[in-house]
């Protein structure tokens, strides 16, 4: 079983993910840690998850246009396209790392997103 950090908006996941646990929808070893904006996430968070157990990390972002806060979304998406920069440059799988959007308050983007990434750890 592989471990999972996702990083998501706070306006993006509606519902506890011990509840997605319990339904079964996301890994048992996913952790998602919420922001109040994806866009204040850094490169080195990212990939700090990895030298804490991570075997795969995903950022869940408002979609591009209707971000909370404007542009937030957009500067995530940036620093993990560096993110995977960096990952590559240390023989990791740039796929490892990977930006999703989702609607205001919508669950399944993130459960796809767990699972696409538990897929490819």
Do not use: W
């Amino acid at each position: 079983m592989s471990k999972i950090k996702g990083f998501c908006c706070n306006y993006t996941l509606s519902v506890e993910v011990d509840a997605l646990k319990e339904e079964g929808l996301v890994p048992e070893d996913l952790e998602i840690e919420r922001l109040p904006c994806t866009g204040r996430l850094e490169v080195p968070e990212i990939l700090d998850a990895f030298t804490k157990g991570a075997e795969a990390v995903f950022v869940v972002g408002c979609q591009v246009d209707k971000c909370h806060n404007l542009s937030g979304s957009y500067r995530a998406s940036k620093r993990v396209k560096y993110a995977k920069k960096i990952l590559e440059e240390l023989d990791m799988n740039p796929d490892l790392v990977e930006m999703f959007f989702a609607g205001r308050g919508e669950t399944e983007p993130v459960v796809e997103a767990a699972r696409t990434m538990a897929s490819r750890a």
